[in-house]
């Protein structure tokens, strides 16, 4: 099977480094196109057997899968380019939220799907978020989870949902990584201790809290049950960061919907004025 990638930057490339890593796929089943070249040129060098194509058609014509990791506004161009080349047989999967498989459904003959991948990803780690179009046949759908299987935990959400699990799975470690670098800066400031060791300390604590939610069966309360003694440092901790931070998170969610609902308005218009305009 040849898996093309359609756009080498920050999650294109990550997913390439993470297939490859993780043995799911061999440098020479992997294509990668980019709008500027030598990006693609550049993936080529560094693993090499891995094909650096001239143009997205070149993809489409030598890929059995192929990742869409391009911006959101720049999908109805790219599949105006593909359309003619692409057959039922091959997989067409894109890795961004505001482009809706009805989307892609009306511009391509192909099977489609739509992944969220994660940073975590790169280690192998995380989840990804998959959402199936009905005409996926068993065979290719099974044939992606297992690939993604190799970087993280394949979930299949409905898509009413992406943007919530998108927030949680894929901003979330830039919200809990910011939360982290303030604590360790507040730290330096309060006690002296280096931002750097604060920091080291602090993502550990991270990954161990992770796998006692996990591996560990815990719930978030059942760890906040267990550190927090009544009467305690840490409970009297707790009831500030509550009463500090009510509705934050409610906010949060409510900023990355809007912007969202607005992202989706765009592609629908950039959808319509490529049928119009050809």
Known sequence: MNVGFIGAGSMGSLLVEAFLMSEAL?????????????????LAYQFPGLTAALSNVDIALQCDLIFLCIKPLEFSSVLHQIRPYLNRDQLIVSITSPVLLDNLAE??????????PSITNRMWNGSTLCIFDHRISEQAKDNLIKLLSYIGEPI?????FTRIVSDISSC????????????AIAAEEETGISRED????????????????????????DIQRRVAVPGGITA??????????????????????EKYYEDLDLVKRSFKKEVSES
């Open 26 to 42: 061999e440098a020479e089943q992997i294509y990668v196109s980019n709008r500027t070249y030598s990006k693609a040129e550049a």
């Open 172 to 183: 979330g470690p830039a919200f809990f990584s910011f939360l982290l670098e303030q604590f």
């Open 156 to 160: 299949e959400i409905e898509e009413s």
């Open 107 to 116: 511009e391509v003959p192909s099977q489609i799907a739509k992944i969220i």
């Open 236 to 257: 009297k901790a707790l009831n500030m960061l509550r009463q500090s931070s009510e509705g934050i998170f409610n906010s949060l969610i409510k900023t990355t919907h």
């Open 198 to 221: 604060a920091i080291r300390i602090g993502s550990h604590m991270l990954l161990g809290t992770g796998l006692l939610l996990t591996e560990g069966n815990l719930t978030p309360a």
